[in-house]
């Protein structure tokens, strides 16, 4: 990705996404990593999570929204606005599975393209300095299953960990406005997956340790495999009060984010 001046990029950014009240610093933890000659930031709390700041550039941002929203899946304020007395039902979600559209394959390679470039490990599933698993990042194919997500201002999603119906390893694009997301890990581990396979939710037995934020930035990447797939649930809280980075609450816009993953094969 290009390096530029960080006043040029700021100029860019009002330009393309509008103004806004506040431009929160990065608060990166004292024990996360980042990797030599690398954007790759290893959050160290929370094993096998990855965040890659300025994986997509500018103008790649520009066009992979440009693809989303040729796709024609999110109702458009503008049209809700001209059908003002006709009941519209907002759709802010759209998924796909299998033959996902070209810019997904396109965004897809390019994950795996910049987590090869950028490996510190040998891939091993052990080796804490690997992005991605090498039995994960060369499977056929890597993702195959989409989901879009667009969320206004103060909409965000609840504590969860995927279902188990995908594989380990999952990808997050986000994309506009910024957002702070929220990790807890599973006190304990005992029958976790049953009850998140099921949806349940047994407080006494899965009490949650303190929240690890990360900061997630327009043209952002984040990984999650291993611990930080399974036992590690994430959440975005977009209310008022619930954003904060750098003691200063982030001005909330519109956030798109892409989500890729693999189905389980069936046997």
């Keep these: 990705m290009e390096v530029q001046n960080q006043e040029e990029c700021n100029r860019i950014l009002r330009e393309v996404f509008g103004d806004s009240s506040s431009e929160p610093e990065l608060e990166e933890d004292d024990d996360d990593i980042r990797t030599p000659n690398s954007g790759w930031i290893k959050i160290k709390k929370i094993k096998g999570l990855w965040l890659f700041k300025d994986f997509l550039s500018l103008q790649q941002q520009a066009s992979l929204l440009s693809a989303i929203k040729s796709e024609g899946w999110f109702t458009e304020e503008e049209e809700e606005?001209?059908?003002?007395?006709?009941?519209?039902?907002?759709?802010?979600?759209?998924?796909?599975?299998?033959?996902?559209?070209?810019?997904?394959?396109?965004?897809?390679?390019?994950?795996?393209?910049?987590?090869?470039?950028n490996q510190d490990g040998d891939g091993d599933a052990d080796d804490e300095m690997s992005v991605f698993p090498a039995n994960l990042l060369w499977r056929e194919p890597l993702f195959d299953q989409l989901i879009a997500n667009a969320y206004q201002p103060g909409e965000?999603?609840?504590?969860?960990?995927?279902?188990?119906?995908?594989?380990?390893?999952?990808?997050?694009?986000?994309?506009?406005?910024?957002?702070?997301?929220?990790?807890?890990?599973?006190?304990?581990?005992?029958?976790?997956?049953?009850?998140?396979?099921?949806?349940?939710?047994?407080?006494?037995?899965?009490?949650?340790?303190?929240?690890?934020?990360?900061?997630?930035?327009?043209?952002?990447?984040?990984?999650?495999?291993?611990?930080?797939?399974?036992?590690?649930?994430h959440e975005i809280n977009r209310k008022p009060g619930f954003q904060l980075w750098g003691g200063q609450e982030i001005r909330q816009q519109k956030r798109i984010s892409v989500t890729l993953r693999k189905l389980c094969e069936t046997k």
Excluded at 84 to 112: H, V
Excluded at 182 to 197: K, P, W, Y
Aim: glycine content about 6%.
């Design 81 to 117: 606005e001209e059908e003002e007395e006709e009941e519209i039902s907002s759709q802010n979600q759209a998924m796909r599975f299998g033959d996902l559209p070209s810019w997904a394959i396109q965004l897809s390679n390019s994950i795996c393209e910049t987590i090869c470039f």
């Design 156 to 233: 965000g999603i609840g504590a969860h960990i995927d279902l188990m119906r995908f594989e380990d390893g999952i990808a997050i694009v986000s994309l506009e406005s910024e957002c702070v997301m929220h990790f807890t890990r599973l006190e304990t581990e005992v029958n976790a997956s049953d009850c998140i396979e099921k949806g349940e939710e047994n407080e006494d037995r899965q009490p949650f340790i303190t929240k690890i934020p990360v900061l997630l930035t327009p043209g952002s990447l984040i990984v999650m495999s291993g611990e930080a797939r399974y036992k590690w649930k």
